[in-house]
């Protein structure tokens, strides 16, 4: 078994609205797994299928090999969207109280909040209530409390919003470090750029429907286009281009360069090796750029939903 | 694993612990022992007051009547005419003037009496004089009318009918209108608990949604473990609240009366001098005894258990409902939809239970309605000191419990739901739709 959690052909109905159908993901384990999809897709949904929070109308949901069942809670640490604490309660308090409810003892509870504190840089919050904390102090214990129990599996809707770059920048790398230490991880966002950055897995939902999923690079590799940004310096500007618009699709880019080049995008033909065009081009020009257009999480994301 | 203890132990904690909740519980008795401290210092400062009341018998037959008392005194005029004697009233500036006339037989006498005063005179101060002019006056006519009055004492007979049961169990007016405070305490205080801690639930249900700390929980903690161990924690608290009021305001009362204490029972004595007199007759310490045999002679066991059991059922089915409103909604003011539904019944039961268990306490209605789960608790605690069979009691007990695990079920459905809906206010169409969730 090397998937930790398998959801197979989950749907789910609130009244006549369809909120997932059919929808199966495999999340391996050790990885960061990125749930993606336009507002309103049914990530959410999913999610709370997952922490047993809402029932699939059908399809089963498999941790680790068994059936989800109540048990299973201690083994998953969930960061909701919307997420708050008690406003009222003081910070040491709330956070015991809500690893006891993930089935830690009090002592157990105690020694490890004192250390992820520490980390973290608050452990002098121990005794203030959280009315008292700014939004990002606040984020800060949910994360907490959310990996304190050290769950197998965590799961983190919009895990950095409300925080500022540096704070986003800490957490980014504590989830990157739990995974490093075998945890997996389910990651929902719209942020692309940190999609590129953690994740090694995507699935992308779409109108309750699950239209993409696969290892990241897998997905880069299916929509490659094979196009090639180059900057050339020549002295017959028109004519080389000219002569490259017969032989290739070519369009102008966009790039930073120190030299005053002619940018272009240049897509061979399937199954061409670009050692080909590079040839060609040494041969009219000099090369001073050469470089490979992968497509960005942003494009597969924007291109996908749009094609569906 | 136990995740109910813990939500209990967190809820009951944090209410406990609450500021408003400890300044709730130590001043809500000191403010209601000054209120009565006040009200009884301010009617003893009324009554302080000598009232010096000027009597004008042109008769001369009814001077003899007329005894000074602490506070109110009485000024015998004589050879003045009516219109002098008002003037003369007023200058001295005393409380009124009671004018008899003289006329040949009492009937006449009786309409010709007059009080006249600056002010509105007080209602108790005329009773009085009324009580005491017509006992004076019917004495006269009797002797005139040849009656001897010792004889006429003597016929006077007092009843007061026995009631018995075909099974012997005995009762009178005195015991009735002691079974009837018994449970009439006991709904009373069943109605004021569901609304003061039902309240305390929602707002608790609300402030996890505003908080938006509810999907955290949910996530640990299964919603109808969640719910209960809220109500539960609630309750705890409430029966603490109760419990130290009841506490602080045994010991207050205590200070209060040891310090004013016995100018207040003085005063109230003085306030009704026949009382006071009845208080004395031995008619009057028969019903005393009669009303400690009442309340020895209540069914005090089956009180006590059906008390538990009605209240602890009809508090769990009010405030799992309470429970639900909160969960619906959003905030406090969209509650008010929601909360009509919910104290209709509550309001009619106690209405029933005064004006129907008074009237019958074993009629239809009275009976229907020890049935009906949303508002036997209260109906049916105010029937049992009049002795209701234990059959009909376990039976209403049933259909409360099983109505009770329908509402939880219903609570919990509405709750499960309604806890991860945020904006906009649902309807009552729309909440049926959540039990389909």
Known sequence: MNDLLVANSVSKYFGDFCALNNVSIAVPKGTIFGLLGPNGAGKTTLIR?????????????????????????????????????????????????LAQLKGMQKAEAKKRLKYWFEKLEIGDWWNKKIQELSKGMAQKIQFVVTVLHQPKLLIFDEPFSGFDPIN??????????LRDEGATVIFSTHRM???????????????????????LIDIKRQFKTNTFEVGLSANNENELTKDLQSKFEISKAEFKSLNNDIKLNIKIPKGESPNDLLLYLTQHAQVNHFNELVPTASDIFIQTVKNN | MNHLGLVIKREYLTKVKNKSFIVMTILSPLIMIALIALVAYLSQLNNNKERIISVLDESGLINDVFKNTE?????????????????????????????????????????????????????????????????????????????????????????NIAQESFIGEKTSKIDNVVKLAFGGFAGYMLFMFIIIYGNMIMRSVIEEKTSRIIEVIISSVKPVQL??????????????????????????MQIVSVVFGLNIVET?????EILQQAMQSPEAQESMQSLINAIYHLPLLNLTIAFVLFFIGGY????????????????????????????MPLILAVYVGFFTVIEDPHGTVSTVFSHIPFTSPVVMLMRIPFGVPIWEQLISLIILIGTFMFTVWFAAKIYRVGILMYGKKPTYKELIKWLKY
């Open chain 1, 49 to 97: 299928i997952i922490n047993q929070i809402t029932i699939p109308d059908t399809g089963s949901v498999f941790l680790d090999g068994e059936p989800l069942q109540p048990h299973h809670i201690q083994n998953i640490g969930y960061l909701p969207e919307e997420r708050g604490l008690y406003k009222t309660m003081k910070v040491g308090e709330q956070a015991l109280y």
């Open chain 1, 168 to 177: 986003a920048n800490m957490i980014k790398n504590e989830i990157l470090q």
């Open chain 1, 193 to 215: 750029e940190s999609v590129e950055e953690l994740c090694d897995h995507i699935a992308l939902i779409h109108e309750s429907n699950k239209i993409l999923d696969g290892k």
């Open chain 2, 71 to 159: 506070h109110t005194k009485y000024d015998l005029l004589e050879s003045i005419t009516l219109d002098d004697a008002k003037l003369l009233v007023e200058q001295q500036e005393k409380y009124g003037l009671l004018h008899i006339e003289n006329k040949l037989d009492i009937d006449a006498i009786a309409k010709s009496i007059k009080f006249y005063s600056k002010d509105t005179p007080s209602l108790t101060l005329i009773s009085d004089l009324e009580g005491k002019l017509e006992k004076k006056l019917t004495d006269l006519k009797r002797k005139e009318l040849g009656l001897d009055i010792e004889k006429l004492k003597l016929s006077e007979t007092n009843i």
């Open chain 2, 227 to 252: 719910m209960l161990g809220k109500i539960i924690g609630t309750s705890l608290a409430g029966i603490t609240q109760f419990a130290i009021w009841i506490v602080i305001g045994g010991v207050l």
């Open chain 2, 268 to 272: 109230q004595m003085q306030n009704d």
């Open chain 2, 316 to 343: 769990m089915l009010y405030s799992s409902l309470y429970a639900a409103i909160g969960a619906a909604v959003d905030n406090e003011t969209d509650t008010q939809q929601f909360m009509l539904p919910i104290l």
